[in-house]
């Protein structure tokens, strides 16, 4: 499935707040430019471009999660968990499995999927992958 521009619209809506690169293109070529935040004011022009600039949401995968956000989610999921746990090892990889699971039935309830988003974390749309719709880049690590 690919993403319509109304769909596109819908994502950057929903990652208001998001770091967003800038791009251009000249002579057939494309050049990396500014790196904005996405917020009320700037939406418009962001999620439908303009001439010969256009953005991508700069997203962190999911398996990079931090300790401290999946701690977060969980609690948001409703797991009663004490303050100090912290998923490592193979408890990370099972509470990451059981969210990839969540979001590949599209049962992830919102409280969560919003979280993420709000931590510029990908989470995929309609089950399209934004990074291969084009419309978000993988975030550099410790950017």
């Known amino acids: 499935m690919e993403l319509t521009k109304n769909d596109k619209a819908r994502v950057f809506a929903l990652y208001l707040?998001?770091?967003c690169r800038r791009f251009y293109r000249q002579t057939h070529k494309t050049y990396?430019?500014?790196t904005i935040v996405l917020d009320s004011e700037n939406f418009h022009g962001i999620s439908n471009g303009s001439g010969s600039y256009y953005y991508k949401l700069i997203l962190k995968e999911l398996?990079?999660?931090s300790d401290e956000d999946a701690t977060k989610v969980s609690i948001l999921a409703g797991n009663e968990i004490e303050n100090d746990f912290v998923p490592t090892g193979a408890q990370k990889q099972t509470f990451l499995d059981s969210?990839?699971?969540?979001?590949?039935?599209?049962i992830l309830p919102y409280n969560v999927a919003d979280y993420l988003r709000s931590k510029s974390y990908h989470i995929?749309?309609?089950?399209?992958?934004?990074?291969d719709a084009g419309i978000a880049i993988k975030q550099i690590k410790n950017s």
Not at 99 to 106: E, K
Not at 124 to 131: H, M, R, S
């Open 17 to 19: 707040g998001a770091k």
């Open 63 to 65: 398996s990079e999660i």
């Open 99 to 106: 969210l990839n699971s969540a979001i590949d039935m599209d």
């Open 124 to 131: 995929p749309y309609k089950g399209v992958n934004l990074f």
């Open 32 to 34: 990396e430019d500014d």
